[in-house]
């Protein structure tokens, strides 16, 4: 009989981004689930109280939706099998049932900034969900985290990541960034602003001033506004009607493709930065645009899912016995840096 490999998808972002791996492991029997947790967390989602993130609300039907169009093979909370191997794009959260499995992590994509809850978490070890993507990887649970370039490698390894856990692949829906200038979005020459969802997340937002400076970048030229897809719409078109009569808002649709036909990007705290900067786009961000050159993913025509794949093979072929002894130090860890040779 085949391994069987659970993905545990998240975002529609992120369950994207594992079905272009799982499609490289199709020798495998692989299922996939919506993320889940254990505990107070799994009775706040159940409650609805979390639908702000990946445990509800959007995120969850969106997931839910694209797993069961393209016939994905479904394992909910990954309960029905014994898996040899687990791959998730968070570990926020890393659920009961998958630690004491051979476990791959996948960078989603940009990494929210050090802000003093982050400090918090690490100094007073808080469950790491409180910081949002600031503390990805770090819950040291994985056997691989798979990253999207050198310079994310760095930043990782500055923040604690072990060296020998990271394996530079590139990143599934960022790695051929061009390909987005193929698209049939109907407007052009325009100016962006893509929503990022602060407030949604507890986190401080003056949006009458952010949507004041995108009318003025736009300088009377026609404005977009994409919001984030777990944001409060109708606050944010109330919002938006206010202060930029006469935008237009989008709630659902390819962020990609509107950033490759637009003049000019603005954001706040978005993944979809890296899109902006890779097309050469006129940027304006909350965040630092020469920093995101340094960590900017991997291009490489879209083999990111291909490079991951070849890295969860070499995991699961790995007995389990070694692979233990290497997690306790025995054996030397394997050098990650080449994996597109495994």
């Not at 340094?294 to 794949?309: E, H, K, V, W």
């Amino acid at each position: 009989m085949a391994e069987k490999i659970l993905f545990i998808g998240g975002s529609l972002n992120q369950t994207t981004m594992l079905h272009k791996i799982a499609l490289h492991l199709k020798e495998y029997d692989f299922y996939f689930t919506p993320f889940y947790a254990d505990g107070i967390e799994r009775l706040a989602g159940s409650a609805g109280l979390l639908n702000f993130t990946v445990l509800g609300g959007r995120h969850l039907r969106e997931t839910t939706e694209y797993l069961l169009q393209n016939k994905i093979p479904v394992d909910l909370r990954g309960e029905k099998h014994d898996y040899h191997l687990v791959v998730t794009a968070s570990d926020l959260i890393v659920q009961k049932n998958i630690r004491n499995k051979r476990l791959v992590l996948v960078q989603e994509g940009i990494t929210e900034p050090e802000t003093w809850v982050y400090w918090m978490v690490k100094w007073l070890k808080l469950p790491r969900y409180l910081a949002n993507t600031s503390t990805n990887g770090l819950s040291d649970m994985y056997d691989v985290f798979c990253v999207a370039s050198q310079g994310y490698a760095a930043h990782f390894i500055r923040k604690g990541v072990r060296p020998d856990k990271i394996a530079v692949t590139g990143i599934p829906n960022f790695d051929d960034l061009q390909s987005n200038l193929k698209n049939d979005f109907p407007y052009r020459d325009f100016v962006l602003a893509a929503t990022s969802p602060l407030r949604e997340t507890f986190r401080r937002d003056d949006r009458a001033a952010f949507i004041r400076r995108c009318v003025e970048i736009a300088g009377g030229r026609p404005l977009i506004f994409k919001l984030h897809p777990i944001e409060n719409a109708r606050r944010a078109r109330r919002e938006i009607n206010k202060y930029a009569p006469g935008a237009l808002v989008f709630e659902y649709g390819n962020v990609n493709h509107m950033i490759a036909n637009a003049a000019t990007v603005i954001t706040q705290q978005s993944s979809c930065t890296f899109v902006a900067i890779a097309l050469g786009k006129e940027v304006y961000t909350n965040l630092d645009i020469d920093e995101l050159g340094q960590l900017m993913p991997i291009q490489n025509n879209g083999t990111s899912a291909q490079r991951i794949a070849n890295v969860v093979k070499h995991v699961l072929h790995t007995p389990m016995p070694v692979l233990q002894q290497i997690r306790k130090g025995v054996r030397p860890r394997p050098i990650w840096e080449k994996a597109d040779s495994f």
